[in-house]
């Protein structure tokens, strides 16, 4: 009989695995040693651009403004003042009023028509109009012109672009120039040069619901930040910073400050992306570590899974530093995947190795266990890192990244494992073998009990199974999309309480604009054209009471702000730009022809209404304008979640092409490879159906969790049924050989995954609540996968072999955990 030349080089790599297993492993320890500190010079891109596709309209738009208007990178530091304004005096008659020469003559009243002690009863009492307070107080003005210098001191601030109301009202030397030849102008020139200010009461109405609250106590300071390329610091330096000079004013003051702004939130959820995924990841480590241990009750086959863990991500990221390759928040999961792929591959190594040494010394043992298994593990990492190689169709880059990262990892798991195990397991004589609890016995016989439970009930099973699906279909359609940004952090989170202080006394938090057209030479005729869309903006959307826009500020409300003395729209422009030098460039850009109109709104609030408020905005701009564009970070923060689910539609549909091809190489069979990939769909469709059921939010995190749950499942189906069929070639019956499957297979499916769903709950502690969301999917997408393995796989394996589970008899040797090798 010809030898099986798929066997022979199964022994002889097995053999070569066995004889330079010492070698193997300190060389492995040796390049995770060296690998280290390159390891740490792993990169997080902290952009919010990075997570939109590059030919995305709406990542386009939002460059483009940068390029044309510098951005709106700005930070607030807002309080409360109490006295903010001095109060206004309200002029009430004396008893000697009628003494005053230039008082009112009661005499110069004509009895018939008016008595002036009378009240008219149309009319009402006669109350003073109140004023509105305009006069800072010296110590408020003080304080924040301190503040604003300590502020603009930082580097890393545009120290010329800071704001706040009292710098904002002083008096400045200004020059004047004369009129241009074409206009004409009868009255005399100002002269050429003179101390000139912005009423206050411009100056107010121009800074209310941005640096001024309608309550006149809450003000804030405003600073711009550097491009990051351009900054001698880095941006989490600079926000650093910020914070620091705003409690510190507190301390001084007594006034309680609240830091937002745009930059800062996006930069708060990066830090704390990285910051708990570092700290959570090594507690998760650590429970991981207790939880194997409980199972096996072996220090040695502790410290194996997590050795296979650090040297895999170690290595991982040295390559990726080499590779200049940056993490992003969506390969900030990377160390989560290579854990839950090491710990199930290992697992399964475990609970093999420990069934070999009940009749074989540990060489031995370990040859038959690698013989058994590396085939599956084989066809495991490749069919894995084939998944995720298809990630490579996506249109965003870090997407893309985070598939070469995950099959780079993946492929490495397998690596790091043939070259690790061998030698880590025969190292020395102490703890040799993993045991077992006595309660592992209630295990063996719950697993019987699941075999023979589907056997009796196959139709059950898929009646089960479909109702699932459709429930979880129907659960689909009540998915939402989060784009309120502040809740990614829990609610008691000082950055939570500062926009919600800002959103509640000073306005919207998130910016955004209309840009339009406009012409090389501003001129009267198209200004009023800019007025007139601002003013319908503010009458038909700001003036709605449910509108969540607070703030539109358009050029003609700072040409409006400059004394009326100053009629010629050039003056007016050219003393505007010497009272507030960065107002004019950030709305209007002359050599590129463009004009916009900047607009504050809430940025708590949902997807769908952010969404109606943008349109309805652009709708009435394209009315004046028709090319009109709105962007800003609050439209693209918007349109975020849409981008990433449109773009992992595509790449999840690859994905599962990808899997299903390997699978079906696997397994030589187009109808196994086709059953085998059902198990990995159904947690699927199963986590997102109880996103949509319990009101799970699709955000950053978990809006790549159905291709994230593809990599979690697909190990355990092909151990399955590559355990199965060996069965099944050595002369096992259907049956006989699934009740073996479960004992062996099914026993390690359940330690992989009960360790593994314990360890991924610390993630529930995070600060960052999509974190905390990815770590329960996670789970859930494990434990689904568990189920479908467990449960529907035999009953498709059963008619994929056209057995009908009436028509074997029920044999009482398979209830034991033995079975044909």
């Not at 309680?256 to 990066?270: I, N, R």
């Not at 090594?282 to 220090?299: E, G, H, P, Q, Y």
């Not at 993946?410 to 790091?416: I, N, P």
Request: charged share 20%; glycine share 6%; with cysteine.
């Amino acid at each position: 009989m010809a030898p099986n030349h798929s066997n022979l080089w199964l022994h002889r790599l097995t053999d070569f695995l066995l004889r330079n297993r010492l070698l193997f492993l300190f060389a492995s320890i040796a390049i995770a040693i060296c690998a280290w500190p390159v390891s740490r010079q792993l990169e997080f891109d902290q952009t919010i651009e990075s997570l939109y596709a590059d030919n995305d309209p709406q990542l386009k738009n939002f460059v483009e403004s940068k390029r044309l208007f510098g951005g709106d990178e700005f930070v607030l530091v807002a309080f409360k003042e109490p006295e903010l304004f001095k109060p206004v005096e309200v002029w009430e008659p004396d008893d000697e009023w009628d003494d005053d020469p230039n008082g009112l003559d009661p005499n110069a009243f004509d009895p018939g028509e008016f008595d002036p002690g009378e009240v008219d009863p149309e009319m009402g009492e006669w109350e003073p109009e109140p004023e509105e307070p305009s006069e800072l107080t010296e110590s408020a003005a003080a304080r924040l012109r301190n503040l604003a210098k300590r502020l603009s001191d930082i580097p890393g601030v545009v120290a010329r672009s800071t704001q706040d109301l009292a710098t904002a009202g002083d008096e400045k030397p200004v020059t004047l120039f004369p009129a241009p030849d074409n206009e004409e102008d009868d009255e005399t020139d100002p002269p050429p040069t003179m101390n000139l200010s912005v009423s206050a009461e411009s100056r107010n109405s121009l800074l209310r619901g941005v640096l001024l609250g309608e309550d006149n106590q809450t003000t804030a300071v405003a600073v711009r930040l550097m491009n990051p390329e351009r900054s001698p610091i880095s941006r989490s330096e600079t926000i650093f910073q910020i914070r620091i000079a705003a409690e510190e004013f507190t301390k001084q003051t007594g006034l309680q400050t609240y830091v937002v702004g745009e930059p800062l939130h996006v930069q708060e959820m990066f830090r704390l992306v990285e910051q708990d995924g570092d700290v959570l990841f090594r507690f998760s480590f650590a429970l991981l570590a207790l939880v194997i241990f409980a199972c096996f009750l072996s220090l040695r086959w502790v410290v194996l899974p997590l050795m296979v863990v650090i040297i895999t991500i170690v290595t991982t990221e040295a390559l990726l530093v080499f590779s200049r390759l940056k993490l992003s928040m969506v390969s900030s999961i990377l160390n989560s995947l290579v854990t839950i792929i090491s710990v199930a591959t290992v697992t399964h190594v475990t609970v093999r190795f420990r069934e070999h040494r009940t009749d074989k010394d540990r060489v031995e043992a370990l040859r038959a266990t690698l013989h058994d298994l590396l085939p599956a593990i084989f066809w495991t990492c490749v069919t894995t890192a084939v998944g995720f190689v298809a990630l490579l169709t996506s249109e965003i880059t870090p997407v893309q990244s985070f598939g070469l990262m995950m099959s780079g990892a993946t492929a490495m798991v397998l690596v790091t494992s043939a070259l690790v195990l061998p030698g880590g397991i025969l190292l020395g004589n102490f703890g040799i073998d993993p045991h077992s609890l006595k309660a592992e016995a209630h295990l063996s016989g719950f697993l019987v009990y699941i075999t023979h439970w589907v056997e009796h009930h196959p139709r059950l099973v898929l009646l089960v199974a479909g109702l699932c699906t459709i429930i979880a279909g129907i659960g689909m359609t009540r998915l939402e999309v989060e784009t309120d940004f502040t809740r990614n952090f829990r609610k008691e989170s000082l950055l939570v309480q500062s926009v919600e202080f800002v959103e509640d006394n000073l306005g919207g938090a998130g910016t955004w604009e209309i840009n339009f057209d406009a012409p090389p030479k501003l001129n009267r005729e198209y200004l009023a054209r800019v007025e007139r869309l601002a003013e319908r903006i503010r009458t038909e959307v700001v003036a709605d009471g449910n509108s969540t826009l607070t703030k539109v500020v358009a050029i003609t409300d700072g040409t409006n702000a400059v004394p009326h003395q100053f009629r010629k729209l050039s003056q007016k422009l050219h003393l505007l730009n010497q009272l507030q030098p960065e107002f004019v460039p950030s709305l209007y850009n002359r050599p590129e022809g463009r004009m916009r109109i900047v607009l504050r709104s809430l940025e708590q609030q949902q997807s769908n209404d952010k969404h109606a408020l943008i349109d309805r905005v652009l709708a009435i701009a394209r009315e004046e304008f028709p090319e009109a564009k709105a962007t800003g970070l609050f439209v693209l923060l918007a349109f975020l979640i849409d981008s990433l689910m449109d773009d992992q539609l595509v790449s999840f549909t690859w994905a599962v092409a990808g899997i299903w091809f390997m699978l079906t190489v696997a397994f030589t069979s187009l109808r196994t490879g086709l059953i085998s990939l059902v198990p990995n769909l159904f947690p699927i469709v199963a986590v997102i159906g109880v996103m949509g059921w319990v009101g799970v939010p699709i955000n950053i995190a978990t809006a790549m969790i159905a291709s994230v749950s593809m990599g979690l499942t697909v190990d355990s189906s092909i151990h399955f049924i590559m355990a199965y069929r060996k069965n099944r070639a050595n002369g096992a019956t259907h049956f006989r050989a699934l009740h073996h499957t479960h004992q062996r297979v099914g026993r390690a499916l359940v330690f992989a995954n009960q360790a593994l769903i314990l360890g991924f709950s610390a993630l529930t502690l995070s600060h960052f609540i999509p974190l905390v969301y990815f770590g329960i999917l996670v789970s859930v997408a494990m434990l689904g996968g568990l189920m479908g393995n467990l449960l529907l796989l035999p009953v498709l394996l059963a008619w994929s072999n056209k057995t009908r589970f009436s028509d074997e008899p029920e044999d009482e040797s398979v209830h034991t955990s033995g079975g044909p090798d």
